[in-house]
């Protein structure tokens, strides 16, 4: 089976589950990719103070709809779990329609599509629906039922880990709580956990953290668990919205010319004609949290569209015709060609820094018909032995001779099995 | 009275004094303006060296004018004191029109208005008026009277000092040497002096220093009797063509960096969508005696239209019809956010760095409406937080999140009064 | 006689010498240059290994022609040497068209030219001719000879110094290997030459290298003999294509920024509205040889236009009517100043540095008329005596104050004259 088709299949696996900050969801989400890869599952204790925040309680639903009197469901959490407010309080009711809204959500001016809302740190309760179905609706008296429960348990998280050749280390990291939103971030966590998989078989020089984790909470809860650790961190990606064929979008760390910038920057230029490359802000993923000022750890945003830019963003509408097979594999294509700099970016040595190469009698000159594959086979090996004088490292020579990395990668090991430089 | 009305009527108050590099009307105008503020006179004898410039001797005209045959002022002093050359060498003399005309200047472009011309530094006499009414003129022989004197006597200057609760100073200096132009200069000693008076009232981080003093050689002597306390010059902006509603513009210290270029280039980049901010050149006004080499002040020039740019400059249009009351306040009020972010620049420090802020926990998420106003407010809160490293000023901070600097003061002082920041 | 006359008249008398890398051509173009200049010929041994290359055999062309079955020369040595492969083995045989071919080259899109090709380091044998001609030839038997020898000998290159003032050098160096192409570059070694014949007449501060050598191998063997001096080059161009009317184009040297790209840049600025400036590529001509890293000399390149860029580049169109003595005559006057900026470049310092001059005081204000000439001419003398700090040299204020070099470098020396400035 195809890739983009397989990490389709997970992302529609994990599609129907409802997530929330904390509770069943997310962890029947993590059981069902730990049948892709060893994924420790860790669980943080309701109360808990992770820095600024304090860890909410477990949300269980089990129910939730509205009856009209005579007795039809006319809002249905089995039908669709945006129906209910995200993490919201129990309840049951009946009231008259115009009390009840005031805990109705809509999008007015998307009037067929039902909002995704949550409500994780106060204690409320509140249904979302369709505009034109809540206008649609007789006054009357309708019956409100949340059957959920907000009790003390745990916060949970997913973490994996792929050692490489060095402790330094590469973190990927996906946001779990949001229920059925397919791009966001269903595309995520399945890109990714079949990213780890087939890392798994690979010697790496890195080593590879993945980290599965409500979004704000989570990765503040993984932040303070790890913390003397976090030093590690060469460089590292939130991912997430990889499933639509917009963008593709990277904002930068924090940092702003971390080489994760650099390398995602230069790959997605060679991707597409106008990538956008946004300036870090603090406002989006889970990037905020490792680039708060006291970790400012390497870490920018992969998403095809940008979170917020797209109709279909936080709504029934981000459902599985929205994400499509091809673009997660195209996603996956641009994350393995920045995760291929960093692994392979090095500062290459001429062995000879006089004078220009006689590619000829190296038996390395791409001769003959000219054309402009041949002339830029040739220029890249021109570039690559012009500087490398030690001073530049791969991505430096490929950012200065405007040519994809991976070009350069390819000349550079082929003019060092003929001798001609060396690491 | 409105500030833009006050600051109109101090400048229609001083615009008919007939002001020239030295002599009374520099002396008249000063006392006007020390009805405001207890402004010190200067006086530095005719003669006194400063650097590479001669003080010259004192003008004093009594009156000046061209009569014809029939005994008609056909030009009168009395009726515009920009008729006689400012300066002039005194002259009584009946000559036919061609010769005459070799000592009248005109515009023959603008053949209604008036030139203002000036002849400080040379002894020699004449008159400007409109090209028309010289034109009009028929031959025939014109007596020509110019009741001047040129004498020994000296050059004044007014000093306005504010203290502040620092030493560092912030230098803010106005050419007054102008005759009846209200543009150029009678617009910046209004508002300056107004601006000083408000001070008085204040406590401030920096001391204020007020220079008015004619064109380059008040503005030497003011640097050669200063010139130990030079040092103390943090900040400073010469401000000329204040009244007229163009612009705004900011030309540049010769540092091209100071703290004082950023400031002004970001306040006005919020006061106006195309606001010209100019490379500094060493022509202009007194900036280029503050930028000269052995001193190097980092001191701006703030004007509404560029000096030479606008057909009224240097001409009897250059009336109290061309500046305008709300024209002076909004350039008031340009200049006050330019000092306030010069006064209220700091460093903040966050009192947690790891993770972001539960800004709801702390009462200061803006919820709800989810308007561009209330997003703007939660993202000035998340910058400032984010950035307040102890690494970052307040306008580093503003120039990085694109926002207003006035905005992120008053988030600043929220979160300091929230205890989330302080200095 | 008009100097681009005479570049023209030497280049026409070199253009039919028929060079190769190694041989008598060289040789022979040489000694004609010697007439002109003191012009030192080294002879490098065939076989002599230069850093990656060896130095290739003496080619000896004595003729080579195509004979169809009527015994007419169909193809002919005699009428232009460009219809042999440059550097071609011999051959004597009788081949049928078909046959004959493959060792024909043309030109399909530019039918009624003859390209320039070369074989210095593979042993081949080759004619090239019009494509049209090509495709009129009837089917038959046809006679190649190539009456050629590639045989032991040397590689030969001249070499002119001008000694300065100081022992630090400008190289100008141009390639001497193509046969009768007359931009590329009898027009280089024509320019070049009468520069240095131009340059023995004067006192200069720096001394001058001028080197004719043999494209890449030529280059390298001059390197490889003058490694330990290559040190004094602190300036360097590379010069070629100079006399057609296209460009003027700039390609920096490897540093990107060292002076000469500084001077280079800024002259052609002035000379054209809108110059090639182009980054360092390694591809084009010497440049890559003194710019490898292992000597990455400051050399860059000067050509009008860009090698390869136009249509009659290595082709028999680039002849004595593509280029043109008033091209030649302005390549030269670029070139002049751009050397001129390297010699006289100096760290002006005012002798008053407080303060802006009294111009007028030391004669120096030019007044009255206002006109844009003479406005520039003061903004000029205010530049240079505000920048002449002891920090900023000549060429950085030129650059500062947009103006030209050539004008501040007037002003600078008559501010000295009158004793404002010193170096």
Redesign the interface.
Known sequence: MELGEAIYSLLADIFPICRSVAGEGVRETLRRLQREIALTIHEVPSGTQ????TVPREWTIRDAYIRNEAGERVVDFQACNLHVVNHSAPIRAILPLGELRQHIFTLPEQPDRIPYRKSA??EAWGFCMAHERLMALPDGLYEAVIDSELGEGSLSYGEFYHAGASEEEVLLSAHICHPSLANDNCSGLALLTLLAKALSGHKTRYSYRFVFAPG?IGA?AW??RN?AQTGKVRHGLVVSCVGDGGGPTYKKS?RGSAFIDRAASHVLRYATPAPAILDF???GYDE??Y??????LPVGLFQRSLFGSFAEYHTSADNLDFVRPEHLASSYSMLLAILDVIENNFTPQ?T???????L??HGLYIGGDGSPTTQAAN?AM??V?????GQHTLLDIAER?NMPFADLLEVARRLQEHGLLEA
């Open positions: 992770v820095f600024d925040w740190y106060d704000t503040l932040l303070a913390e924090r802000s603090p406002y905020r949290q680039g708060s000022p006291g970790f400012n001429s000879m820094m006089k004078g220009e190469r006689q000829g009698r220029m021109l570039w032995l012009n500087l490398a004088d001779a």
